[in-house]
Every structure is written in C-alpha cells, then in structure tokens.
C-alpha cells in the first residue's frame, strides 16, 4: 500500500458525459501527478501539481482538467468523454514535487467510456 | 530524459536471481536511473533508484556499470508474485522535468 488513495475504482459511462477522479496524496506530500494508461501509449504523464499550484503539464487533453484543493487531494476532470479516452488513470504523489523525487502511485481509477 | 531499451519479456525459475537488464547509452552525469514494475493493471510500484553506485534495498539490488551506459535490476530470489512488467526510467536529478516516462518495460514472468 503506497498510501495514495484513488476513487472510484471504476467508472462506466457514455459517450459526451462528464467524470471526476479522486486522488488523495500520502500524508505530508505536497505534489500531485496524473497519468493515463492506454492500451496503445502505454502510461503518460498528464499533469501535476505543488501545493495547489499547476507546476507542470504533459499530454494533456483540453477537454481534461485538473486542481489540487487546499487539504491537498486533487480531482482530474474529464468532459466531453470520447471512446479512446477508456484508460486506466493513476495519481501519484511526492514530498515536494523536485525532479529528483520518488512518486508513489495510487491503484488506479478504470474509466470506460460506451 | 535519456531513452531506455530494455528487452520485452523474461522468464525466471521461482527462487532463483531474476537479472533485469536496461541500456541507457545516452544517459547523462545528471540523470538518476529508477525502477519501478506494474503488477497486472495495479499502481506502478517504486523498487529502487541510484546515480553512478551500486544500490540496495529491501526489495532489490540495483547494478549500474561504470560507464553508467547499462544497468541491472537484480531481485535475489523471485517469487511468483513478482511477475510483472518492470520499467527502467531515467530522470534528471535536478531542472523542471518532473514527470517520468515509461517506456514498455520488460514483462517478468517468474514460473513455479
């Protein structure tokens, strides 16, 4: 158990709708990073953030986004949901966000788009 | 971060050495190499990380050659529950590039 929390586990829905993952971050890390794992990219970083602030961003999709709350968990919104956007989505956390940091990954949100 | 090239799948006897290797030619003085391996759809699990020494921990052993172009992840004595896709990372140890990147690892499959 890394100590990053993830819900739901799993999310089914259709096409155009609307989503929110949940991660909350290991007691005392101030950095949040989101990836996605697609059958066809392999995991991608999407984006992180540092004590509530947008430190850094990948591939991210601008039907996709992100914050990090005052108690430090963050929610990745996802809209206009599309079919290859089906993926696993992992959160991960470090102390202080610096590159040289371990990140310790969540267990995941399975989200299926129909 | 430099590329990584690490051979798509290995097999390994249950208790014996599983010795996983990773080429990083292109690595530079200040980039770390990391572990990490994914269990089937869970999480990716930190194992280990060094720069130029040898390192160990709890889980494995971590060997980086002199000229810091290769690598080898060592887990000492393989349990079944050690089949999993393991990726070797290289990141810089300092600057604003904060993500990894994963390339496709090698998938373990360690055989009773």
């Known amino acids: 158990d890394s100590g990053v929390t993830q819900t739901p586990k799993h999310l089914i829905t259709a096409t155009g709708q609307r989503v929110t993952l949940r991660c909350s971050p290991r007691s005392g890390d101030l950095s949040v990073y989101w990836y996605q794992q697609s059958l066809d990219q392999g995991l991608q970083f999407l984006i992180q953030?540092?004590?509530?602030?947008?430190?850094a961003k990948g591939n991210i999709l601008e039907r996709f986004s992100a914050q990090q709350f005052p108690d430090l968990h963050s929610e990745l919104n996802l809209s206009s949901l599309e079919l290859g956007d089906s993926a696993l989505y992992f959160c991960a956390s470090s102390v202080g966000g610096l590159s040289q940091e371990t990140q310790y990954f969540g267990p995941g949100t399975r989200l299926l788009v129909l | 971060d430099a590329k990584t090239t690490q051979p798509p799948s290995m097999d390994c006897a249950e208790g014996r050495a599983a010795n996983l290797p990773c080429n990083h030619s292109?690595?530079?003085?200040?980039?770390?190499v990391y572990w990490y391996r994914q269990i089937h759809s869970q999480g990716p699990q930190y194992i280990i990380h060094?720069?130029?020494n040898n390192e160990t921990n709890e889980m494995a052993s971590l060997i980086i050659t002199e000229d810091r172009k290769s690598s080898t992840l060592i887990l000492p004595h393989a349990t079944l529950r050690d089949t999993a896709v393991y990726y070797c990372i290289v990141r810089v140890a300092r600057g604003s590039n904060y993500k990894l990147t994963f390339g496709k690892g090698t998938l373990l499959t360690v055989n009773p």
């Open positions: 060094g720069l130029k």
């Open positions: 953030y540092y004590n509530g602030e947008e430190r």
């Open positions: 292109t690595i530079s003085g200040n980039e770390y």
